[in-house]
């Protein structure tokens, strides 16, 4: 018999098969597939799938018959065991299977206490692993049936929201988004009731309050849109029970109804002890996947030199370090020294560049002295026409977005006549394009995150009357990391 360690993340193939042996033991096994992305001798991106059989015994076999289900994402660490037996006629046979003595379910979205209902402050957190979430797309439409049975709620609370009720010009202003109370309504056959406790804050909700785009603008008068994590107070819901766990386009408000014809919007989480929820707003979540799929645009190479603008965000401190895995010299754009020290001291950025410093176009041409072959782009304006004066032949910019111009009518682009002159490749995405991928993405997240690879942090703010404030923290500078509205 030959034993070797593996660590593996994949997602299983089957139910666990528990059974006992003669002396009362328990034993559970299952299949679990590991998927691994690699470039064939074209150069061309393929998926290779490779299916494992797994052992648990004892307590962790019975652990693993009541939670383990057909599509679960695990992380497990075991030994390889290759046993040879005989079968009934006698002939030889050969096994080869992990034997797996910590099995760790992963999973998805929410966040962790926040300071006084006034005041914010970042929060580094220790790493966690979990699974990714589903993005959701557009506002639920509504699912009535005729005859439709209503059910009187048993939760005495006032539903708070936050409905838009003018088109901000530049900063989100008071009165352009109102709060307004309203009774918790009645459930239908086929809704849940869910408290909503977290809100992902992100610079997208500022373009949904102003024009259409990849999805419709808020309609005056509509609950703002936003993405929140919530739980099920109530259900007549055939998915759904009260104590679960779901994550989608809760809006902003206290309360959200989930209906039936509305599934995709929501997804149900498992839970996980001794972990932070707000990772999956984060890292496992939107921000990930956004750095993940952008930096696989961008196609590093080791040597290269990177450059990130709002280095410091949710999603841009997320894809330097990516850059830093693929053996980048990475060089992060960020508006203070405090977010400069975070991304090189904690994120191992090679460089950072204070860009309200007078002399950051000198530091930056310091810090990029072979030029710069990839541009991560978050800002737009002055500081992406910088960054493409020092782009190298054939340099590739991959567009995230335009922070720099989402809070003025003037959308502070930039000159393009580099892009002739130095031929470089530009490339904007949407992550909605890569839903199918999205669990891919968040096995390969994980480990990083698991192995200590990504390291994130987050700024809470608390109160779901400061969430305007919250948004105009995005475009004033005021978060480090993920920011998150704790209601």
Not at 137 to 146: D, E, I, R, V, Y
Not at 235 to 245: A, F, I, L
Not at 300 to 327: C, D, F, R
Request: hydrophobic share 40%.
């Amino acid at each position: 018999m030959s034993v070797n360690k593996v660590i593996l993340v994949g997602r299983l193939g089957r139910d666990p098969e528990t059974r006992y042996t003669g002396g009362g033991q328990a034993v559970a096994n299952f299949s679990m597939a590991t998927d691994e992305t690699y470039k064939d001798k074209n150069g061309e991106r393929q998926k290779r799938t490779e299916w494992h059989k797994i052992v648990v015994w004892s307590k962790l076999a019975e652990i693993a018959q009541q939670y383990l289900k057909k599509g679960s994402l695990l992380y497990l660490e075991g030994r390889i065991q290759t046993r040879e037996w005989q079968d009934k006629e006698g002939q030889k046979r050969t096994t080869t299977e992990i034997v797996a003595p910590k099995v760790l379910l992963l999973a998805a979205v929410a966040a962790q206490p926040a300071p006084a209902a006034t005041t914010w402050k970042a929060t580094p957190r220790p790493p966690t692993i979990l699974t990714v979430v589903a993005p959701a797309q557009g506002t639920p439409p509504a699912a009535l049936k005729s005859p439709t049975k209503t059910f009187p709620s048993n939760v005495s609370v006032t539903n708070r929201q936050l409905r838009l009720q003018s088109r901000p010009k530049g900063l989100v202003a008071p009165g352009d988004l109102q709060l307004a109370e309203s009774p918790v309504p009645e459930l239908k056959d086929g809704q849940a009731l869910a408290k909503v406790k977290y809100l992902s804050i992100d610079p997208t909700m500022r373009v949904w309050m102003a024009a259409d785009s990849y999805l419709p603008a808020v309609g005056i008068g509509e609950v703002m849109r936003a993405v929140g994590f919530a739980e099920i107070l109530e259900s007549r819901h055939p998915d759904y029970k009260k104590g679960d766990r779901i994550t989608g386009l809760t809006g902003l408000q206290d309360c959200v109804i989930v209906d039936k014809a509305a599934k995709s919007f929501f997804q149900k989480l498992p839970k996980i002890p001794f972990v932070s929820d707000t990772v999956f707003l984060g890292v496992l979540g939107f921000n990930g996947l956004t750095a993940f799929f952008g930096m696989e645009i961008a196609a590093p190479k080791k040597g290269e030199t990177l450059v990130v603008s709002a280095a410091a965000g949710a999603t841009g401190s997320i894809a330097g370090q990516i850059g830093k895995i693929h053996g980048c010299r990475v060089v992060g754009i960020a508006g203070t020294d405090d977010k400069c020290a975070w991304i090189t001291k904690d994120l191992g950025f090679d460089a950072a560049i204070n860009y309200k410093h007078p002399d950051w176009k000198e530091k930056l041409a310091a810090a990029t002295p072979s030029g710069i072959d990839i541009d991560f782009e978050n800002v737009g304006g002055e500081i992406m026409q910088e960054v493409l004066n020092r782009m190298n032949l054939h340099g590739r910019v991959v567009v995230c977005g335009f922070i720099s111009g989402y809070t003025k009518e003037d959308p502070n682009m930039v000159s393009l006549g580099t892009v002739i002159v130095k031929r470089l490749h530009i490339q904007g995405f949407l992550i909605l394009d890569y839903a199918s991928r999205f669990m891919e993405a968040a096995t390969q997240l994980g480990q990083w995150k698991m192995f200590g690879k990504l390291k994130d942090r987050e700024t809470i703010v608390e109160g779901l009357e400061k969430a305007p404030d919250a948004i105009n923290m995005l475009f004033t500078g005021g978060n480090t990391g993920k920011l998150i509205v704790k209601i």
